[in-house]
C-alpha cells in the first residue's frame, strides 16, 4: 500500500509530465519522406482523429442518357457509336431478353432443368461487351450471356448447352447456363462465386508480359465481392501492375441478400481506393454510359499497365434463378419502379428520337425474333445427348488407366442392365 | 493466414542446425538411402533436394521464355532457398513475390496458365494451401472437364514442402496429400530424393494437366544425391520397385520410403523376411498394377505413409489391393500411419510411423 503522502506526489508528477508533453507539442508537425515501406509521403499529426469513412458523399454515378433517353447537356467527350452498330446493341438486348423469356418459360414446362435470366441488367452487358475488342479475354459470373451474345455467340449455341446435347460446346457437363467459346475469347464458366476473379489477373499478368494488345475483363455481382477472392484478385492486379477491368454488376441483390447488408461502404467502387486501383462508378441502365466507361476503361489499362474498377449501379429485376422467387424477399412496386427504368426502353427512346428504329420495327423485330427462336428451340430440343463415355473424357489430357478400369467396368455393367439407361 | 513468426523461426532453426551441423534431431526418424550413382542421364554434381529443385526451375526458365515463378518470398530465394538466384538471372517479371494470400496466389496461377503461361507457383507450407482448396478442388481439377476441353489449365504447377521436419509440430509438418487425392483432374506427385525431385518436377511443369508437387521439406537439405546437371524427364504416374522381395511389400512415398527402405534391410538380416520396396511416386492417378502385381506376388502388403490412419491414402490402396489381390492375400492387409491426432510437437517421435512400428507390423504379417 502506497501512503497518501505518496499518492499525491505521484499524481503531481503525473500532471507535470502532461503538462511538459504538451508543451513540447507547440512544434508544427510536418510533411516528411516516408520512412515506412509501402508509403509514400506521410503527414505527422499530434490531432488524435479518428478517421470517419466519408459515406456522406458518395461517389457520382456517370451516365449519359436520362431517364427518357435524351442526352444530357452537359457530356463532354463522350463517344457515340455509328448507326448500324447502335442498332446491334438495341438488337442484342431486345434479342436477350426474348431468349430468356422462351428458356425461363422452358425450364418452368420442365423441358430444361435451369435457367438464369438477365432481365434489368442488359445495359450493362450488351454495353459492356460493346466497348472491348474481341481479343480481349472475358471472364464472366453467371449473368453475362449478354456479351457472349453481342460476341457472336449464337442462339443455337446457348440452346444447345441449355439442353446439354451433342452439339453442346462443353459436351453435356455443366448445368444450363455455364456457357463458354474458345473462339470468342469467353472463358467457360464455373458455379463457384468470384474463383474467376485472381484467375482473370493471371491471364491479365500473361499478356502484359507476352505484349499483346489484349486486357481481361471480369465481371461479378456486388455479393461475390465479399468473397475473399475478391480481395485476392484486387490486391493482386494492383501490386503486379495487371491490365484488367474489374466489372461490377451492382444489381442490388445476391440472391436474396440486399447491397445494404453485403457491404457497410460506399458500394464496391469504394474498394478501389484501398488497394491503390483506379475506379469508375456508372449508370449501369445506361448504355451509353457503359460503353464509355468500358472504352475508356480499357484504354486507362492498356497505357498505364493497372487495373481498373468499374462499378455498373442496376438492378436485376427478375430472380436469382429458376429456383428463387423473389417476391419472398422485395416488393412487387420496388420492382414495379424499376420496370419504369428498363435499359432497353431507354435506348429505344434515344433511337426513336434520332429516327433510327421506330414501334414498327420492334414489332416486326420481335415477331421475327421469337418465331426463329422457337424454331431453334424445337431443333436443340431434339438432338440428342452425347454418348455416355464422354464422362470420362476431358478429366485429364489423356484417360488415365483406373478412369479406362471405371468405363470399362460400366461398359460391362450396362450391357447387362441397359434397359435402366437412357438410350442413345 | 498464418503467423510469420512460426515461418521464420523454423528457417531459422533450419540455419542453426546446419550451423551446429546437428543434423540428428533431424535424421533421428530414418536413413536418408542417396540414389545410386548413374552417368545414363549426363555429367552429375552433388546436390541437396532444394538445389536440385532450383536447377530444374532455372532449366524450365532458361528454355521456356514464357514461364513465370511467384509465390510469398519467391523473389528473394524462398524460405527454404528453392527458388535463390532465379530472379537475378529472369527478372522481377519472371520470379516475382505475392501478396501473402494462398488462394491468390493458385488462382493467379491458373489464370497464367489459361493464357498460355507456364506457372510455376509455391506455397510456402502445405499446412496452408487450405485457403487455395477451392482454387485446387472447383477450378484447377475440372478446367478442362467442365469447358469440354476448350480451356485447360495444364502448365500449372504448384510446388508446396510437406511432411514431418522434427519440430514442425501441428502447422508444419502436416502431409495433406490425400485431402487433393479426391480431386480428378489434378495429378499429385511426391519426389523421394534430390534426384527424383528434379526429373518428377520437370515433368510435372510440362504436363498437360496441372500438378500439385509435394516436397518433403526435412529432405530440401538432408537428401543429397549425384543429380544431372540436364535436363530430364521422369514418368509420372508410374510406381518404382527400389527393392524386390518375395514375403511382403511395403509401399510409400516420400520421406516414408527411406524409413521403409531401412525397414526392410532390418527384417532381411535379422529375420530373414524378404520384403519389396515401392515408391509410388505419383498419389494421382496412381500405379495400380504395379502394386497388384507386387502383391500379388508376395501375398502380403504394408501401406505406411506420415498422414493420420482414417482417410489417408493408405485406405484406397489397401480397398484396391483387397479387389484386385484377393485370393492372392496371406494376411491382412496393414496400414502403419501416423495417428488420428493433429500433427503433435513433443510427440513426434511417438506420432510417426517409424521403422519399429513397421517392423512389428512386418512380423505380425509374416507370421499371421
Known sequence: MYSAEIMLKRLINIKLFKKQYMLSSTIPANTEESVYRGINKVNYTSNLDINEPSLNSPVPIFRILNDTGDILNNCKSIIIPENNELIKMYKSMVLLSIMDKILYESQRQGRISFYMTNEGEEAAQIGSAAGLNSNDLVYGQYREAGVLLFRGFTPEQFMNQCFGNIDDLGKGKQMPVHYGSKNLNFVTLSSPLTTQLPQAVGSAYSFKRSKVDRCTIVYFGEGASSEGDAHAAFNFASTLDCPIIFFCRNNGYAISTPANEQYRGDGIVSHGPGYGIATIRVDGNDILAVYNSVLKAREYVMTHTRPILLEAMTYRRGHHSTSDDSTAYRSKDEIKQWSIKNPIIRFKQLLEKNNLWNNQNDVEYEKETKKQLMQLFAIASKKNKPNWREMFNDVYHEIPNNLLEQMNSLEDHISQYSDHYPKQ | ?368
Open chain 2, 1 to 368: 493466414m498464418h503467423s510469420t513468426i512460426n515461418k521464420y523461426s523454423l528457417i531459422c532453426h533450419a540455419t542453426k542446425n546446419i550451423l551446429c551441423g546437428c543434423l540428428k534431431r533431424y535424421s533421428s526418424h530414418f536413413v536418408y538411402h542417396p540414389e545410386p550413382i548413374s552417368n545414363e542421364l549426363g555429367k552429375t554434381s552433388k546436390k541437396n533436394m532444394y538445389q536440385a529443385i532450383n536447377s530444374a526451375m532455372d532449366l524450365v526458365l532458361s528454355k521456356d521464355s514464357n514461364s513465370v515463378v511467384f509465390g510469398e518470398d519467391v523473389g528473394f530465394g524462398g524460405v527454404f532457398r528453392c527458388t535463390s538466384g532465379l530472379r537475378e538471372r529472369y527478372g522481377k517479371d519472371r520470379v516475382f513475390n505475392t501478396p501473402l494470400c494462398e488462394q491468390g496466389i493458385v488462382g493467379f496461377g491458373i489464370g497464367l496458365a489459361v493464357a498460355g503461361t507456364t506457372a510455376i507457383a509455391e506455397i510456402q507450407f502445405a499446412d496452408y494451401m487450405f485457403p487455395a482448396l477451392d482454387q485446387l478442388v472447383n477450378e484447377a481439377a475440372k478446367y478442362r472437364y467442365r469447358s469440354g476441353n476448350l480451356f485447360d489449365c495444364g502448365k500449372l504447377t504448384v510446388r508446396t514442402p510437406c511432411s514431418a521436419v522434427g519440430h514442425g509440430a501441428l502447422y508444419h509438418s502436416q502431409s495433406p496429400e490425400s485431402f487433393y487425392a479426391h480431386a480428378p483432374g489434378l495429378k499429385i506427385v511426391m519426389p523421394r530424393s534430390a534426384l527424383t525431385a528434379k526429373g518428377l518436377l520437370l515433368s510435372c511443369i510440362r504436363d498437360p494437366n496441372p500438378c500439385i508437387f509435394f516436397e518433403p521439406k526435412i529432405m530440401y537439405r538432408l537428401a543429397v544425391d549425384d543429380v544431372p546437371d540436364d535436363d530430364y524427364e521422369l514418368p509420372l504416374e508410374k510406381a518404382e520397385v527400389l527393392v524386390e522381395g518375395r514375403d511382403i511389400t511395403l509401399i510409400g512415398w516420400g520421406t516414408q520410403v527411406h524409413v521403409l527402405l531401412e525397414v526392410a534391410e532390418i527384417a532381411n538380416k535379422d529375420f530373414g523376411i524378404s520384403c519389396e520396396v515401392i515408391d509410388l511416386v505419383t498419389i494421382l492417378p496412381w500405379d495400380k498394377q504395379t502394386v497388384a502385381n507386387s502383391v500379388k506376388k508376395t501375398g502380403r502388403a504394408i501401406v505406411s505413409h506420415e498422414a493420420p490412419l482414417t482417410g489417408g491414402f493408405g485406405a484406397e490402396i489397401s480397398a484396391s489391393i483387397q479387389e484386385d489381390c484377393f485370393l492372392h492375400l496371406e494376411s491382412p492387409i496393414r496400414r502403419v500411419t501416423g495417428y488420428d491426432t493433429p500433427f503433435p510437437h513433443v510427440f513426434e517421435q511417438f506420432y510417426l510411423p517409424n521403422k519399429w512400428k513397421c517392423l512389428q507390423a512386418i512380423k505380425e504379417l509374416v507370421n499371421y
